[in-house]
T-cell receptor
Framework: EAQVTQNPRYLITVTGKKLTVTCSQNMNHEYMSWYRQDPGLGLRQIYYSMNVEVTDKGDVPEGYKVSRKEKRNFPLILESPSPNQTSLYFC??????????FGEGSRLTVL | ELKVEQNPLFLSMQEGKNYTIYCNYSTTSDRLYWYRQDPGKSLESLFVLLSNGAVKQEGRLMASLDTKARLSTLHITAAVHDLSATYFC???????????FGTGTSLTVIP
């Protein structure tokens, strides 16, 4: 079954405590990306990756890092989370027709 | 800055009625996407519109694209309760790397 898997699905943490949200896809897609969803703002792209070792900033990259060491994995790193990073995060890979295939989402709360 | 605007933001409609959701975007793009999100769930791809004049239909939903007017519409025919969800449109820049989403239209179909 085609999947984009994110972990953790839910996380409550405190300001400044580094965390990583993992994302893995099993469809051999080259393109992967991260989004945050906030009420009234829709989805905003954080980072994207065209392929292994190729990453670039999206619309709201501040406070986030990514890496793409393997084709299937694209983790999102928050080095020093702050309350304004409380959000619902989605990872997605892109199909051959261009559409995004989304993971189930990770709800992060930073206290 | 690329902007994607959807109208209306909230839509409450009776079963059996027709309605249209509008998506305007501010930059040249030949590709437009429609997604559906059920409450507490991830996003699911509905349509990919790849050229001016493209029209796609699936069940009671029909999407169209006018790249000259920078406008896409999602038309709902004879709404049923199962269509209650939030609908997002999205465009990608000509490079196909950066995606921009509208703020979403929350649709509620009432008996």
């Amino acid at each position: 079954e085609a999947q984009v898997t994110q972990n953790p699905r839910y996380l409550i943490t405190v300001t400044g405590k580094k965390l990583t949200v993992t994302c893995s896809q099993n469809m051999n897609h080259e393109y992967m990306s991260w989004y945050r969803q906030d009420p009234g703002l829709g989805l905003r792209q954080i980072y994207y990756s065209m392929n292994v070792e190729v990453t670039d900033k999206g619309d709201v990259p501040e406070g986030y890092k990514v890496s793409r060491k393997e084709k299937r994995n694209f983790p999102l790193i928050l080095e020093s989370p702050s309350p304004n990073q409380t959000s619902l995060y989605f990872c997605a890979s892109r199909t051959g027709s261009g559409e995004l295939f989304f993971g189930e989402g990770s709800r992060l709360t930073v206290l | 800055e690329l902007k994607v605007e959807q109208n209306p933001l909230f839509l409450s409609m009776q079963e059996g009625k027709n309605y249209t959701i509008y998506c305007n975007y501010s930059t040249t793009s030949d590709r437009l996407y429609w997604y559906r999100q059920d409450p507490g769930k991830s996003l699911e791809s509905l349509f990919v519109l790849l050229s001016n004049g493209a029209v796609k239909q699936e069940g009671r939903l029909m999407a169209s694209l006018d790249t000259k007017a920078r406008l896409s519409t999602l038309h709902i025919t004879a709404a049923v309760h199962d269509l209650s969800a939030t609908y997002f449109c999205a465009v990608d820049r000509w490079t196909g790397n950066q995606f921009y989403f509208g703020t979403g239209t929350s649709l509620t179909v009432i008996p």
